[in-house]
Nanobody, 122 residues
Framework: VQLQASGGGLVQAGGSKRLSCAAS????????MGWFRQAPGKEREFVAA????????YYADPVKGRFTISRDNAQNTVYLQMNSLKPEDTGVYYC????????????????WGKGTQVTVSS
């Protein structure tokens, strides 16, 4: 599975961004999907995840109520809608795919996308 993340860029604090992660294979619907981010000098951290079925979603505490993860299995794409962005949301955002699991930690991920930079200015 190849993953291609897009939608990053520069945004002012309080603004919104929508990230997309397109998968290359039709078996996308067999993978739990997650978004992670990495700020300079910090480890990659969990942001949000969605189950294989799309029924269950999970969020890191700092983004609860502001970010929404969703998936469209017909389009082989997972999204991350980010609202009320803060400077501390700045980082490279990565999508990951985990076969039949919901990925909530970076370790053990089956596939990673290359990442897209999100910069939130104050």
């Amino acid at each position: 599975v190849q993953l291609q993340a897009s939608g990053g860029g520069l945004v002012q604090a309080g603004g919104s961004k929508r990230l997309s992660c397109a998968a290359s294979r039709r078996t996308f619907s067999s993978y739990g999907m997650g978004w992670f981010r990495q700020a300079p000098g910090k480890e990659r951290e969990f942001v949000a995840a969605i189950s294989v079925s799309g029924i269950r979603t999970y969020y890191a505490d700092p983004v609860k109520g502001r970010f929404t993860i969703s998936r469209d299995n017909a389009q082989n794409t997972v999204y991350l809608q980010m609202n009320s962005l803060k400077p501390e949301d700045t980082g490279v955002y990565y999508c990951g795919a985990d076969f039949q699991q919901t990925p909530m930690t970076p370790s053990g991920m089956d596939y990673w996308g290359k990442g897209t930079q999100v910069t939130v200015s104050s």
